[in-house]
């Protein structure tokens, strides 16, 4: 499923989206729905926000089984952030101070695009050295913690890719998989989503959004 499809009429292949290879049990979707909860509550009292949110929370973690840490911990932090970022951004946009949004108002969300390019940077400042941005971070959040959340994988992917400027048919060449670049192009897309949700937050700060100054350790 990560590779790419044959070529039809002369078009190029389209690289097809990756499936997890495993799924939540409806005991663990039931577990991570209340961890989920409790921790959108700490952002919004709207019973429609945290549910939401909670809701939001575990399909991006069903979505990203693959490119998340497998131990409960790790799983348990994850659906706690995606949760709270979700909460307070969607109860920032449905609770302003003043109509129109002329106050506590919050800029557009980024596009992917846009994002993948912070993520790319916030990845190589954190582990080349500490400049303006690692002030920042180490201000705003444990990064630390945060890219715990992620696979051994995923991070090995990002650091090679965003660290180490390695191109996507040299990872192949050096992972000694047999993979074709394409299928590294797929697994870095997944693993930059990931990486986009679980930094949602710090995002948000870098785009100038800093209404929400709270610890948000977990």
Do not use: C
């Amino acid at each position: 499923m990560n590779g790419s499809g044959p070529e039809k009429n002369g078009e190029p292949p389209r690289y097809r989206a990756a499936v997890p290879s495993t799924k939540l049990t409806p005991t663990q979707i039931q577990h991570f729905l209340a961890v989920a909860r409790k921790a959108a509550s700490a952002k919004s009292r709207d019973p429609e926000v945290i549910e939401e949110a909670a809701n939001h929370a575990v399909s991006q973690l069903e979505l990203s089984l693959d490119v998340v840490s497998t131990g409960n911990s790790e799983r348990d932090g994850w659906v706690k952030v995606v949760a709270r970022n979700h909460a307070r951004r969607t109860g920032a946009k449905l609770h302003r101070e003043l109509p129109m949004g002329r106050a506590g108002s919050r800029p557009p969300r980024m596009s992917d695009e846009a994002a993948d390019e912070r993520v790319a940077l916030l990845i190589g400042e954190l582990h080349v050295g500490a400049g303006s941005l690692g002030s920042l971070v180490a201000d705003q959040i444990d990064f630390e913690m945060r890219w715990s959340l992620l696979s051994s994988e995923t991070r090995a992917l990002l650091h090679a890719k965003h660290v180490e400027g390695m191109s996507s048919k040299e990872m192949a060449r050096d992972r000694g998989r047999g993979e074709s670049a394409g299928t590294i192009d797929n697994k870095l897309s997944a693993s930059r989503k990931a990486a986009r949700i679980v930094f949602e937050d710090l995002l948000d700060q870098m785009q100038g959004d800093y209404g929400d100054e709270e610890d948000d350790s977990i």
